[in-house]
């Protein structure tokens, strides 16, 4: 393990390997992630009922702190610690004190002040929910939303989820993850955890200037060109082009990334008949996918938004046991000389 991936491990888990925080899925292993995966299972059911709560984190406070903007993500964290029977609070960022020059550290103290539980945060600097969770008082977890470039856990989480009820298994399968890997936390993550989870293949299919110098290190393999790059897949994954991580020109147009990367019926007819269409989303249509495919029969991205839920309601669940847990390991230890 990097010595990244090991303090992120140690300050992700309690000393007994359970969740207390969710920042990057560099150091859990198959079992946590298929834990993970598995209690999601169970909480899709409670969307499917009448009255959609389970009191799992009544009398607890989850505070929404999202610095960049975002739509599923910030509302299906609100949904899910609302069914989880929480008091949920949603910082709006630009009307609040940030906008008048308070730090970060600041305004955490002053959230922290009023007894918040966990804190769920997206920032466009990577590594900030991990600086948030050196810093919190003990008790509170901290959930990664999305960071810069470098991870977006709970996103590739319900990636798995979608792509396990599709096909079962993750062994044996070769997924495709296609276009801005560079500035994409999703694609880090969903490599990470295709991976651990024993995918047969993870491919990246991007241009040279669309992908980190690092990637293969990342555990895929590369292609450039998509017609090639479509046979045999099980899994294609369609990634936005992050205009706003952009620094100078990286494509010759639009126009001329669509033709050679975007999605269409004819390059999705050369991968297996069965190959299931994914997008993290905001999607643009007709820049990386084609609207046909992107309502049409393979496509499972409103799928994603559903799971994303439950994905995030038992994330949420999780780390907020395995803070109780600390916690009563560290007052047992008091009481026991
Ligand atoms: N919603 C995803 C993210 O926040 C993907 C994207 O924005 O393109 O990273």
Do not use: W
């Not at 004190?97 to 966990?118: F, H, I, P, R, V």
């Amino acid at each position: 393990m990097t010595d990244q991936g090991q303090s992120f491990h140690n300050l992700q888990l309690t000393d007994d390997g359970q969740l207390r925080h969710f920042l990057t899925l560099d150091g859990l292993d198959r079992q946590l992630l298929t834990d993970i995966l598995d209690t999601a299972d169970s909480f899709i059911e409670v969307g499917e009922r009448t009255i959609k709560k389970v009191p799992l984190l009544r009398g607890r406070t989850v505070v929404n702190l999202f610095f960049e903007s975002s739509t599923r993500t910030r509302s299906t964290f609100e949904l899910a610690a609302k069914r989880l029977s929480a008091d949920v609070l949603n910082l709006d960022i630009s009307t609040s004190a940030t906008s008048k020059g308070e730090s970060l550290s600041d305004t955490l103290l002053n959230l922290e002040a009023m007894a918040s539980d966990m804190f769920v945060v997206r920032h466009s600097q990577s590594g900030a929910p991990h600086f948030i969770a050196e810093h919190v008082t003990p008790g509170v977890a901290i959930i990664n939303a999305g960071d810069g470039r470098h991870a977006h856990p709970t996103q590739a989480m319900l990636d798995m989820l979608t792509i396990r009820q599709h096909k079962g298994t993750f062994e044996g399968l070769k997924v495709a993850i296609v276009g801005d890997v560079l500035h994409s936390r999703v694609a880090r993550s969903q490599i990470r955890a295709l991976n651990e989870l024993g995918a047969e293949e993870v491919r990246v299919i991007a241009p040279g200037t669309l992908l980190p110098r690092d990637v293969e290190s990342l555990g895929c393999t590369v292609e450039f060109d998509m017609n090639r790059g479509m046979r045999d897949l099980d899994v294609v994954i369609m990634l936005r082009l992050q205009k706003e991580r952009m620094e100078g020109a990286l494509l010759p147009s639009e126009r001329e990334f669509y033709r050679l990367y975007g999605l269409s019926q004819e390059k999705l007819a050369l991968a297996k008949p069965d190959c299931i269409v994914m997008h993290p989303g905001p999607i643009n249509r007709g820049v990386e996918i084609e609207s046909a495919v992107a309502d049409g029969p393979q496509s499972v991205i409103l799928n994603q938004v559903t799971n994303g839920i439950a994905i995030r309601m038992a994330v949420m669940s999780m780390a907020m046991g395995g803070q109780l847990a600390d916690r009563n390991r560290k007052q047992s230890e008091v009481v026991q000389p």
